[in-house]
């Protein structure tokens, strides 16, 4: 049973923008935070964005300024926007539902952002 579907990644030169998208099954999604994590080779997975059931937002500090996540709650999908990207981005990036301090499901298969200076 897939539950997350996560799309968007990509190629792209340093200073450009992506938008993420990742589709979620329902029963994870209704009621639930949604976040947006990233994980390098090499790196341990890192929570980029996290967003409430009412919209309120969190970002990890090296992404704030640059990246808006958002949700659509009647298409239970969440985007990441991602602007002035720079190397570092460079990830696989992932989201997942939470609630709490809980992460609920399990990892979908990620999309792939690569950054070129």
């Known amino acids: 049973q897939v539950q997350l579907v996560e799309s968007g990644g990509g190629l792209v030169q340093a200073g450009g923008s992506l938008r993420l998208s990742c589709a979620a099954s329902a029963s994870i999604f209704a009621g639930n935070d949604m976040t947006w994590y990233r994980q390098a080779p090499e790196q341990q997975r890192e929570l980029v964005a996290r967003?409430?059931?009412?919209?309120?937002?969190t970002y990890a500090d090296s992404v704030k300024g640059r990246f808006t996540i958002s949700r659509d709650n009647a298409k239970n999908t969440v985007y990441l926007q991602m602007n002035s990207l720079k190397r570092e981005d460079t990830a696989r990036y992932y989201c997942?539902?939470?609630?709490?301090?809980?992460?609920?499901?399990?990892w979908g298969q990620g999309t792939q952002v690569t950054v070129a200076s």
């Open positions: 997942r539902a939470a609630y709490r301090t809980l992460l609920i499901g399990d």
């Open positions: 967003i409430s059931t009412g919209g309120s937002a």
